[in-house]
Structures are given as structure tokens and as C-alpha cells.
Nanobody
Framework: QVQLVESGGGLVQAGGSLRLSCAAS????????MGWFRQAPGKEREFAAA????????YYADSVKGRFTISRDNAKNTVYLQMNRLKPEDTAVYYC?????????????????WGRGTQVTVSS
């Protein structure tokens, strides 16, 4: 079983950038498809980005496509989310998650392993 810990959140002005990190322990992160999800106040948790085990395939929600980039460094057992051109509507708690699915899953139920989240706040 893998344990996931997110970091890198914070307060940033609209148009700015942040880089989130997700450090894995317990099992190598290369065993899992990895994803980033987010949950804004009063809203359901939603998919943001996912990356295949090899890192070759990536998927993004339409709302973040072209602004966010997911990547992984399996040697460092870490997954990243580079967020550029941030908007106030990106404000949310961001969660890192791992999936044992054989495909690069984008649905929340496909992910069994979750971090505790990191807060991202974008001011206007």
C-alpha cells in the first residue's frame, strides 16, 4: 500500500504559478496510475489531471487543459502538478491519488489511495 503526501500549495495572485508535489512512500509510485483531483468549498471533488505509469500518457480536465501539466519522477517516487496562469476558480484543496487500474483512469472511484490534500488559493 502506498502513502501519499502533497505539498506546494499556498496563496497566489491570479495569473501566477504554483508547483504541487506528491511524495509517495510504502510502495514505489511507478506501480500506480497517478492523478490530481481538487475540491472547492461546497463542491464535489473533481478530476484535474492523470498520468500513466510510464508518464507517456497524460489526461486533463477541460478546465485546466493548456495551463496545468502533470509529470512524474519514478526514481524520486514523486508526482508533480505544475499550475500556470492560475485563476480564482482554481481555488480548492488539491489531492494526489493513486490507482491500480490498468488504464489511465480519470474517474474518482478508480483511485483507492489518497493524500490529505494541499490548499491552493488564488486571489483576484
Amino acid at each position: 500500500q502506498v502513502q501519499l503526501v502533497e505539498s506546494g500549495g499556498g496563496l497566489v495572485q491570479a495569473g501566477g504559478s504554483l508547483r504541487l508535489s506528491c511524495a509517495a512512500s510504502g510502495r514505489t509510485v511507478s506501480s500506480y496510475v497517478m492523478g490530481w483531483f481538487r475540491q472547492a468549498p461546497g463542491k464535489e471533488r473533481e478530476f484535474a489531471a492523470a498520468i500513466s505509469r510510464s508518464g507517456i500518457s497524460t489526461y486533463y480536465a477541460d478546465s485546466v487543459k493548456g495551463r496545468f501539466t502533470i509529470s512524474r519522477d519514478n526514481a524520486k517516487n514523486t508526482v508533480y502538478l505544475q499550475m500556470n496562469r492560475l485563476k480564482p476558480e482554481d481555488t480548492a484543496v488539491y489531492y494526489c491519488a493513486g490507482s491500480s487500474a490498468y488504464y489511465t483512469a480519470t474517474s474518482l472511484p478508480s483511485y483507492a489511495y489518497w493524500g490529505r490534500g494541499t490548499q491552493v488559493t488564488v486571489s483576484s
